[in-house]
């Protein structure tokens, strides 16, 4: 499966943006998704997964309340919509693809997208 991050973008502190995770290739549904985040000196860092079927989702502490994924498989298509967006949110994002379960752990993930990046200003 391939995959591709849209939807980032430049936005105010409190704003939203919503990130879409476009899939190609066979068997999306089989695939849970997951959104990564790195910013420019640090280290990758895990956002929000969600299950094959959408109905086990798991979230960093630093982004339960405010971010939320779900999925579309008709449009084999994962989203994230993040609300209440702080500076500390500046990264690129990507989505990668893993059989099974859902985790918080990159280096679970079999497939792996190009970032799209977000930047929020104060």
């Known amino acids: 499966v391939q995959l591709q991050a849209f939807g980032g973008g430049l936005v105010q502190a409190g704003g939203s943006l919503r990130l879409s995770c476009v899939a190609s290739?066979?068997?999306?549904?089989?695939?849970?998704i997951g959104w990564f985040r790195q910013a420019p000196g640090k280290e990758r860092e895990f956002v929000a997964a969600?299950?094959?079927?959408?109905?086990?989702?798991v979230y960093a502490d630093s982004v339960k309340g405010r971010f939320t994924i779900s999925r579309d498989n008709y449009k084999y298509t994962v989203f994230l919509q993040m609300n209440m967006l702080k500076p500390e949110d500046t990264a690129d994002y990507y989505c990668?693809?893993?059989?099974?379960?859902?985790?918080?752990?990159?280096?679970?993930?079999?497939?792996w997208g190009h970032g799209t990046l977000v930047t929020v200003s104060s």
């Open positions: 990668a693809g893993k059989l099974r379960s859902p985790s918080n752990d990159g280096g679970q993930y079999r497939y």
């Open positions: 290739g066979r068997a999306f549904s089989n695939y849970a």
């Open positions: 969600i299950s094959w079927s959408g109905d086990s989702t």
